[in-house]
C-alpha cells in the first residue's frame, strides 16, 4: 500500500519505520524544518513501562484543587470560554472514578509492557548506533502518606509483569548514591530497574536515517492537509505537492485533531502544556545515573549523556509554547534542590511543548470511521515509552485491515 504518515515526531518516526518494514511504499510528511522539533524534542527522557499510570487518578480531583492559583504549583488550570476545553475537562473527570482508573491502568501498563520488549526488537532490527541508559527509574516520595499510596497500587504493576522493588531511605540512597544524604525528607521510594531513559530526539533522528534506508520519503517544511474525495481520504496535500496514497495515518500530536477535524472527525485530544530544563552536568559524581521521579514535585530527572534534563508542569487552557519564566523555574528549582552540585552554574537550557492527550491516558492506535484515515495519535504524557508498541501495533492493524 502507499501510505502516508503526517508527523515527523517519535510518534509518526516509529509508525512510518514499521510501515516500510511490512513492505509498504511510505512517505513521512513535517512541517517543521527538522523532525521531531515539537514535543519530542526535550522531553523528560523517561522510558518509564513500569510507572505507565493514567493522570486520571482518584487522588487527581484533590490534588488538581490543592494546587490551583500557587504560582509554583506542577499543575495550573487556565479556564477558557472553550466548550471543547470544558468536554474534555468533565471528560477527565469521569475517568479518575477508581474503578475507570484501574482499568486505564491495566490497559496502559499492558501496552508500554509491550512497548519494552517492541523496542528491543526495533533497535536490534534497525541497527541503529543509538544508546538508552538501563540503569532504572526510581520513584521517591516525601511523605509516609504518599508512599504508603504508592505502596498500595503495586498489586497492578506485579499483574501487568513488572517487578517494583520497595526502597527504604538508605536504600534509596544505595540505588543513586547522588540522593542527598539530609535536609531533605525521603520518605521512601519504588524502584522498577527494567525501567529505562534515553533522549527521544536523538532516537528520531536515528531511526529517521534507517526509515530512508528502507525507502521511506521524507519531506520536511510541508503543512499537510487531508484531500477527500467520496468520503474517503485519497491524498496528502501540502506545499504545492499532492501525494496520492491508500492509507494516511495521523500521528501529529497536538494537531491530529485539527487533521482529524477535515474529516468530520473530531478526537478526544487537548493539549497540556509541559516543560523541561537541560543543563550540562557541573560535577560527573554529584550527578545521577539513575532516573529519578521526585513525586511531590511531579518532576521526573534523567541523565543524557553530559547533561542532565528535568521536566513537569501540567498546564490545562494553554496552546502555545511559549515559556513563562514562572513556569520553568520550578522545574529547574527541583533540580537544583536534588542535586545542587552537579547542576552548577552552567546555563540552563528551557523549553515548553504541548502533550497531546487524551482523557483517559489511552493513545489512539487504529483505522478510524473514514475510510483510508489512521491515527496513531493522543500519548499525552507517555508518547515516548509507548512509541515502539504502537508503531507496532498500527502497521500490523493498517496492513491486516
Ligand atoms: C515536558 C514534557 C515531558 C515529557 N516527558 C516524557 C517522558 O519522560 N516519557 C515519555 O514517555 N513521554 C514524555 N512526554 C510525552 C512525549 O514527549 C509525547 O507524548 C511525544 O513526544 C508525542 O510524540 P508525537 O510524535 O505524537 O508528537 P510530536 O513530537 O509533537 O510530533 C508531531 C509532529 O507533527 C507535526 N505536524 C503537526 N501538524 C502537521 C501538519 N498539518 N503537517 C505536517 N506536520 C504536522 C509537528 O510539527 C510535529 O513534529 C513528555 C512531554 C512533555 C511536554
Redesign the pocket.
Given at each position: 500500500m502507499r501510505v502516508v504518515v503526517?508527523?515527523?515526531?517519535?510518534?509518526?518516526?516509529t509508525s512510518a519505520y514499521f510501515l516500510a518494514r511490512a513492505g509498504h511504499s511510505v512517505t513521512l510528511?513535517?512541517?517543521?524544518p527538522e523532525?521531531?522539533?515539537?514535543?519530542?524534542?526535550?522531553?523528560?527522557?523517561?522510558?518509564?513501562a513500569g510507572h505507565a499510570v493514567p493522570w486520571s487518578s482518584p487522588a487527581a480531583p484533590g490534588q488538581a484543587l490543592r494546587w490551583v492559583g500557587r504560582r509554583n504549583a506542577p499543575f495550573a488550570l487556565r479556564l477558557t470560554a472553550d466548550p471543547a476545553q470544558w468536554r474534555w475537562g468533565l471528560a477527565f473527570l469521569r475517568q479518575c472514578a477508581p474503578q475507570q482508573y484501574r482499568r486505564n491502568a491495566k490497559a496502559l501498563l499492558a501496552m508500554a509492557h509491550r512497548s519494552r520488549v517492541a523496542f528491543d526488537r526495533l533497535l536490534t532490527d534497525s541497527g541503529i548506533a543509538w544508546q538508552d541508559s538501563r540503569t532504572g527509574i526510581l520513584t521517591i516520595y516525601r511523605s509516609r502518606s504518599a508512599f504508603d499510596a504508592a505502596i498500595a497500587d503495586l498489586d497492578l504493576l506485579h499483574a501487568s509483569g513488572f517487578q517494583p522493588e520497595i526502597c527504604d531511605h538508605e536504600r534509596c540512597r544505595a540505588v543513586e548514591p547522588a540522593l542527598p544524604l539530609d535536609g531533605q525528607a525521603i520518605a521512601g521510594g519504588i524502584y522498577i530497574r527494567d525501567d529505562r531513559?534515553g533522549d527521544?530526539h536523538s532516537f528520531?533522528l536515528a531511526l529517521a536515517d534507517a526509515c530512508r534506508d528502507r525507502g521511506v520519503a521524507i519531506v520536511r517544511g510541508?503543512?499537510?492537509?487531508l484531500v477527500i474525495q467520496n468520503g474517503r481520504v485519497v491524498a496528502v496535500a501540502?506545499g504545492g505537492g499532492e501525494w496520492r496514497c491508500d492509507a494516511v495515518v495521523l500521528?501529529?500530536?497536538?494537531?491530529?485533531r485539527?487533521?482529524a477535524a477535515q474529516a468530520g472527525i473530531r478526537l478526544p485530544i487537548w493539549p497540556?502544556?509541559?516543560?523541561?530544563v537541560t543543563v550540562p552536568i557541573a560535577d560527573e559524581r554529584a550527578a545521577p545515573r539513575v532516573s529519578i521521579t521526585d513525586e511531590a514535585r511531579r518532576v521526573?530527572i534523567?541523565r543524557l549523556g553530559s547533561n542532565l534534563r528535568a521536566?513537569?508542569?501540567a498546564e490545562l487552557g494553554r496552546n502555545d509554547s511559549a515559556i513563562e519564566p514562572h513556569r520553568a523555574q520550578p522545574v529547574l528549582d527541583a533540580l537544583g534542590a536534588l542535586f545542587p552540585r552537579a547542576v552548577g552554574d552552567g546555563a540552563p537550557s528551557f523549553?515548553?511543548?504541548?502533550?497531546?492527550m487524551t482523557p483517559d491516558a489511552q493513545p489512539l492506535v487504529g483505522a478510524t470511521r473514514v475510510p483510508g484515515l489512521y491515527v496513531?495519535?493522543?500519548?499525552?504524557?507517555?508518547?515516548?515509552?509507548?512509541?515502539a508498541a504502537s508503531g507496532e501495533s498500527l502497521a500490523s492493524r493498517l496492513t491486516t485491515g
Amino acid at each position: 500500500m502507499r501510505v502516508v504518515v503526517i508527523g515527523g515526531g517519535v510518534i509518526g518516526v516509529t509508525s512510518a519505520y514499521f510501515l516500510a518494514r511490512a513492505g509498504h511504499s511510505v512517505t513521512l510528511v513535517e512541517r517543521q524544518p527538522e523532525l521531531a522539533a515539537e514535543c519530542s524534542f526535550a522531553n523528560g527522557g523517561q522510558i518509564s513501562a513500569g510507572h505507565a499510570v493514567p493522570w486520571s487518578s482518584p487522588a487527581a480531583p484533590g490534588q488538581a484543587l490543592r494546587w490551583v492559583g500557587r504560582r509554583n504549583a506542577p499543575f495550573a488550570l487556565r479556564l477558557t470560554a472553550d466548550p471543547a476545553q470544558w468536554r474534555w475537562g468533565l471528560a477527565f473527570l469521569r475517568q479518575c472514578a477508581p474503578q475507570q482508573y484501574r482499568r486505564n491502568a491495566k490497559a496502559l501498563l499492558a501496552m508500554a509492557h509491550r512497548s519494552r520488549v517492541a523496542f528491543d526488537r526495533l533497535l536490534t532490527d534497525s541497527g541503529i548506533a543509538w544508546q538508552d541508559s538501563r540503569t532504572g527509574i526510581l520513584t521517591i516520595y516525601r511523605s509516609r502518606s504518599a508512599f504508603d499510596a504508592a505502596i498500595a497500587d503495586l498489586d497492578l504493576l506485579h499483574a501487568s509483569g513488572f517487578q517494583p522493588e520497595i526502597c527504604d531511605h538508605e536504600r534509596c540512597r544505595a540505588v543513586e548514591p547522588a540522593l542527598p544524604l539530609d535536609g531533605q525528607a525521603i520518605a521512601g521510594g519504588i524502584y522498577i530497574r527494567d525501567d529505562r531513559s534515553g533522549d527521544a530526539h536523538s532516537f528520531s533522528l536515528a531511526l529517521a536515517d534507517a526509515c530512508r534506508d528502507r525507502g521511506v520519503a521524507i519531506v520536511r517544511g510541508t503543512e499537510a492537509r487531508l484531500v477527500i474525495q467520496n468520503g474517503r481520504v485519497v491524498a496528502v496535500a501540502g506545499g504545492g505537492g499532492e501525494w496520492r496514497c491508500d492509507a494516511v495515518v495521523l500521528a501529529a500530536g497536538v494537531d491530529s485533531r485539527i487533521l482529524a477535524a477535515q474529516a468530520g472527525i473530531r478526537l478526544p485530544i487537548w493539549p497540556i502544556k509541559g516543560y523541561s530544563v537541560t543543563v550540562p552536568i557541573a560535577d560527573e559524581r554529584a550527578a545521577p545515573r539513575v532516573s529519578i521521579t521526585d513525586e511531590a514535585r511531579r518532576v521526573v530527572i534523567s541523565r543524557l549523556g553530559s547533561n542532565l534534563r528535568a521536566a513537569g508542569i501540567a498546564e490545562l487552557g494553554r496552546n502555545d509554547s511559549a515559556i513563562e519564566p514562572h513556569r520553568a523555574q520550578p522545574v529547574l528549582d527541583a533540580l537544583g534542590a536534588l542535586f545542587p552540585r552537579a547542576v552548577g552554574d552552567g546555563a540552563p537550557s528551557f523549553w515548553a511543548c504541548l502533550r497531546p492527550m487524551t482523557p483517559d491516558a489511552q493513545p489512539l492506535v487504529g483505522a478510524t470511521r473514514v475510510p483510508g484515515l489512521y491515527v496513531n495519535t493522543g500519548h499525552g504524557h507517555l508518547g515516548w515509552t509507548l512509541a515502539a508498541a504502537s508503531g507496532e501495533s498500527l502497521a500490523s492493524r493498517l496492513t491486516t485491515g
